[in-house]
C-alpha cells in the first residue's frame, strides 16, 4: 500500500481477526458507611458496600465484599448463556470497536509519505510501501485510559503495529539518488520528535541497498527501509447500541419460600430522548447541580418543538420566566426558560467530542452524535427535598427521528 492508501509494491497487508465477545453489563453501586458511635463512647468502624445489578434482567443484590459481586455476576452468567449463542446479541456479533488495520496503516503511511520529496519532471514519483506488519498488544486489553466526554467519560484504546516500511526514491543519476536518500535520512532524523509525536515509537533503518540503473527510463533508483513501532489511539464506544439512560430493577428477598419482589427503575440524572418518546429529566435536593451535558443525533432537518428548563423551590413561588438559558442559570430563585432544541444545545456550549452509537436511523451507517457540555459555576443549588430542577420536551417524543441524551451532574454524587 503506497502514501496515498493505493496498492504498493510491499508484502501483503494481513487483516485483524475480530474475536466475537458476548455482552452482559452489570452496574455496581458503592455507598461509604460512616461509622456511628457505639456503646462506652467509641466509633464505629466506616467501610464501603453497596448492591450490584445486573442489567439485563434488572436483579439486584447488596454486597458487603468483593467477592459478593463476584459470586452474583459468576450466578447469574450461568443463568444467562444460551448455547450456540455465545458472541451475538440481538442476532448480530459484537467485535471490539476501532479503525481497520488497513485505515490505520494508510494514516501511517501518509505521515511518512508527507517526507517524500518532491518528484523531478519526467522521473516516476517516490513513494512509500509496506513491507510486513504484526498488529501488537498496547497495554491490558489494549486500554490507553479515558477521556472526558459529554456525558462522562470514554474509553481510549490503543493498538501498536511492529512493521517495516520502504523508502523508493528516484534520480538522473547514482550521486544525486544517494543524495536524496541521504537528505531523507537526515529529515527523518531531524524530525523524530514530531513522529514521536505523531505515534512512531521506533524508528530505526534496516536496509539500504546499491542504486539501481533503469536504462528505459534513463533514471536511477535506490530503496532504503526503516523497521518502527506504530501506536494509533482511538476512543472506543465497544459497540454500544447506546447508553444506559435507566435500568428496570428487580430486588428479590431470598427468603424462601417468599415470592416478594420489590421494582424500581434507576435513571442517575440521564434521560433518553427520541422519537418514540421524550421523558422529563428531573433532579430534587438536596443536590448541587454542576454540570449540564447533551449527546445530539440528528440526521435530518433541525428539531422542532421546544424545551422547557424549570427550577422550582420550597417557598412556592412561581417561576419568573427568563429570556435564554444564561439568565436562567444567573437566576436565584424559581425560574424557567423555553427554548427550540437547537438554540438550547447551542447555549449550553460549542459543539464538541462526538460519539458513534448505534444505528437508530437504520440506514447502515454508525449514528454519530456531536456533544455539548457546560460547567455550571456558580453551580445550582437544590437545598430542600422540595427544591427541583426539571428539563421537558414539548411533545411525546421528538418530532422527527433522532436521538438526545441529556444529563444533570450532581457534585455531591460524584
Known amino acids: 500500500m503506497n502514501a496515498d492508501g493505493s496498492g504498493g509494491s510491499g508484502g501483503p497487508i494481513g487483516?485483524?481477526?475480530?474475536?466475537?465477545?458476548?455482552?452482559?453489563?452489570?452496574?455496581?453501586?458503592?455507598?461509604?458507611?460512616?461509622?456511628?458511635?457505639?456503646?462506652?463512647?467509641?466509633?464505629g468502624v466506616s467501610g464501603w458496600a453497596g448492591y450490584v445489578t445486573d442489567a439485563v434482567t434488572g436483579e439486584r443484590q447488596g454486597w458487603r465484599r468483593p467477592a459478593d459481586i463476584a459470586r452474583f455476576v459468576e450466578r447469574q452468567l450461568s443463568r444467562t448463556a444460551v448455547p450456540g449463542s455465545a458472541g451475538r446479541v440481538g442476532g448480530r456479533p459484537l467485535v471490539m470497536a476501532g479503525p481497520t488495520l488497513t485505515e490505520v496503516v494508510a494514516d501511517m503511511l501518509a505521515v511518512l509519505g508527507a517526507r517524500l520529496p518532491v518528484a523531478a519532471p519526467v522521473l516516476p514519483e517516490p513513494n512509500v510501501t509496506l513491507e510486513r506488519v504484526t498488529e501488537k498488544l498496547a497495554g491490558l486489553g489494549n486500554q490507553a485510559g479515558t477521556e472526558s466526554a459529554a456525558l462522562g467519560g470514554r474509553t481510549l484504546r490503543?493498538?501498536?503495529?511492529?512493521?517495516?516500511?520502504?523508502?523508493?526514491?528516484?534520480?538522473?543519476?547514482?550521486?544525486?539518488?544517494?543524495?536524496?536518500?541521504?537528505?531523507?535520512h537526515s529529515d527523518l532524523l531531524d524530525d523524530r520528535e514530531q513522529l514521536r509525536s505523531a505515534g512512531f515509537l521506533r524508528f530505526n533503518v534496516a536496509d539500504t541497498p546499491p542504486a539501481e540503473e533503469f536504462d528505459s527510463l534513463a533514471a536511477w533508483r535506490k530503496t532504503t527501509s526503516f523497521d518502527l513501532l506504530y501506536e494509533y489511539r482511538y476512543a472506543a464506544a465497544d459497540d454500544a447500541d447506546s447508553l444506559i439512560a435507566r435500568i428496570e430493577m428487580t430486588t428479590d428477598p431470598e427468603q424462601a419460600p417468599s415470592t416478594a419482589r420489590e421494582h424500581e427503575t434507576i435513571t442517575d440524572g440521564l434521560v433518553r430522548w427520541d422519537d418514540a418518546e421524550a421523558p422529563d429529566l428531573t433532579l430534587t435536593g438536596p443536590a448541587t447541580i454542576s454540570r449540564i451535558?447533551?449527546?445530539?443525533?440528528?440526521?435530518?432537518?433541525?428539531?422542532?418543538?421546544?424545551?422547557?428548563?424549570?427550577?422550582?423551590?420550597?417557598?412556592?413561588?412561581?417561576?419568573?420566566?427568563?429570556?435564554?438559558?444564561?439568565?436562567?442559570?444567573a437566576?436565584?430563585?424559581?425560574?424557567?426558560?423555553t427554548e427550540g432544541p437547537g438554540v438550547l444545545f447551542a447555549s449550553i456550549g460549542p459543539a464538541g467530542t462526538s460519539l458513534t452509537l448505534g444505528d437508530w436511523n437504520v440506514d447502515t451507517v454508525p449514528d454519530e452524535y456531536v456533544g455539548f457540555d457546560r460547567l455550571l459555576d456558580p453551580p445550582i443549588e437544590l437545598v430542600a427535598r422540595s427544591d427541583r430542577l426539571s428539563i421537558t420536551y414539548s411533545g411525546p417524543g421528538l418530532d422527527q427521528t433522532a436521538v438526545v441524551y441529556l444529563r444533570l451532574t450532581d457534585k455531591r454524587a460524584t
Open 331 to 337: 437566576a436565584t430563585g424559581p425560574a424557567e426558560v
Open 15 to 43: 487483516s485483524i481477526d475480530d474475536d466475537l465477545v458476548s455482552a452482559h453489563s452489570f452496574v455496581v453501586r458503592a455507598l461509604l458507611e460512616l461509622p456511628t458511635a457505639r456503646a462506652g463512647g467509641q466509633a
Open 158 to 184: 490503543a493498538g501498536r503495529l511492529d512493521a517495516r516500511v520502504r523508502f523508493q526514491l528516484w534520480a538522473g543519476s547514482a550521486p544525486a539518488v544517494d543524495s536524496a536518500v541521504l537528505t531523507l
Open 293 to 329: 451535558s447533551a449527546l445530539v443525533f440528528e440526521p435530518g432537518p433541525p428539531l422542532g418543538g421546544t424545551v422547557t428548563v424549570r427550577r422550582t423551590d420550597s417557598s412556592g413561588a412561581p417561576p419568573v420566566v427568563q429570556p435564554d438559558l444564561a439568565s436562567f442559570l
